[in-house]
């Protein structure tokens, strides 16, 4: 009966004024409200170290990635929600001490889809809201740690003894044509030949084990400078094993003694690590050339587990007053579910030509 009473309503909402539709907590979604686009650019004191002519590149090629993603028909004219667009140089450095590290400079562009509702009679948007964080679609060019968002492989997080991350694998659930939309919302576009992972090796995962493991000594082994005896049993893990086998790929399980136990390759379930590949950028492009550019949808597996159950909206067909209904029972707002269209609709051809050509022969 409720399923009904929602269908009812969103075919007299269509054909009345604006569709209305009551959401969760009393709200009334507003999926036909017309939308609005705007552009911020937020500098802060972590912008990178560049001149003039290189910040000057660097936002040009800013504004020619939010125009790509602003031509989506979807969001050229948006309806149910604004969309806006935070420009920002400024992350990541000096917090991350690989990508002040790194030559190419980096850049990100979050897109909120901040949908209408009506609460007491009054209209505002979920960022006027301000009780939740509106779904998003993030874009960044020249940052590694936005490939693997999601698969950090441990907390801590293990790094190489360079400080680079040490990852799961990324896992295809959905291609657009020859692009491919990993399980964590991702899509990675790279201008070189180069493979964007390598294998961690056993010996740098398990050095980094260790070194986690001696700042969190029990105090009377700290007192007797000594190794407790988890950390020793890395120790001996790491000394038995030959040469060859400490240049060959981590493995991991969830299942393992500890949670972070090396395992044979050959074990079901065995996790393969990795980390991206230090030598993916090409130090002969100016370092304000675009050599990798990362999308990322928000949630996209949560949203997707909502529909599992509706084929036609997982396929991305247009929203029917009835399929409408459904998003609002199924506790997903507009903007959610157009963050999810945003995945097939967006122009990957056009931000892929962005990226800096021609390619060197691989190395």
């Given at each position: 009966m409720k399923h009904d009473a929602l269908i009812v309503?969103?075919?007299?909402?269509?054909?009345?004024?604006?569709?209305?539709?009551?959401?969760?907590?009393?709200?009334?979604?507003?999926?036909?409200?017309?939308?609005?686009?705007?552009?911020?650019?937020?500098?802060?004191?972590?912008?990178?170290?560049?001149?003039a002519a290189?910040?000057?590149?660097?936002?040009?090629?800013?504004?020619?990635?939010?125009?790509?993603?602003?031509?989506?028909?979807?969001?050229?004219?948006?309806?149910?929600?604004?969309?806006?667009?935070?420009?920002?140089?400024?992350?990541?450095c000096p917090s991350n001490p690989v990508l002040c590290r790194q030559a190419p400079l980096a850049g990100w562009i979050r897109f909120d889809f901040e949908g209408y509702e009506s609460r007491n009679g009054k209209v505002m948007t979920m960022s006027s809201a301000v009780d939740q964080d509106p779904p998003n679609v993030d874009v960044a060019f020249n940052d590694p740690e936005a490939t693997y968002v999601l698969h950090e492989a441990g907390n801590p997080e293990p790094t190489d003894p360079s400080g680079n991350k040490i990852v799961g694998p990324l896992i295809e659930i959905e291609r657009v044509g020859d692009v491919v939309i990993y399980d964590n919302g991702v899509v990675i576009l790279g201008r070189n030949p180069r493979p964007f992972f390598v294998p961690a090796t056993r010996e740098d995962y398990l050095r980094d084990i260790v070194k986690q493991l001696a700042k969190t000594r029990n105090p009377d082994a700290s007192r007797a400078g000594r190794p407790d005896a988890i950390e020793q049993l890395f120790i001996d893990e790491l000394a038995?094993?030959?040469?060859?086998?400490?240049?060959?790929?981590?493995?991991?399980?969830?299942?393992?003694?500890?949670?972070?136990?090396?395992?044979?390759?050959?074990?079901?379930?065995?996790?393969?690590?990795?980390?991206?590949?230090?030598?993916?950028?090409?130090?002969?492009?100016p370092r304000t050339a675009i050599q990798l550019i990362t999308v990322r949808?928000?949630?996209?597996?949560?949203?997707r587990a909502h529909l599992r159950e509706r084929p036609d909206l997982l396929e991305r067909k247009p929203i029917t007053p009835e399929r409408l209904a459904f998003l609002v029972e199924s506790g997903l707002s507009v903007a959610w579910y157009r963050t999810f269209e945003a995945a097939r609709q967006l122009d990957y051809s056009a931000l892929a030509a962005l990226l800096a050509a021609p390619a060197p022969l691989a190395r």
């Open positions: 309503l969103a075919w007299i909402a269509t054909l009345c004024c604006p569709a209305l539709l009551h959401g969760q907590d009393g709200r009334v979604l507003l999926p036909d409200q017309p939308g609005v686009w705007r552009s911020t650019y937020k500098s802060s004191p972590g912008t990178p170290k560049a001149n290189e910040l000057a590149t660097l936002r040009t090629a800013l504004a020619a990635i939010e125009q790509v993603v602003h031509a989506t028909p979807m969001l050229t004219a948006p309806r149910g929600f604004d969309v806006h667009a935070w420009q920002r140089l400024d992350r990541g038995a094993l030959s040469p060859e086998q400490r240049q060959s790929q981590a493995y991991t399980h969830a299942d393992s003694p500890t949670s972070s136990r090396l395992v044979p390759a050959s074990r079901e379930g065995a996790t393969p690590l990795n980390k991206f590949n230090p030598a993916y950028f090409d130090p002969a492009l949808f928000t949630n996209l597996e949560d949203v």
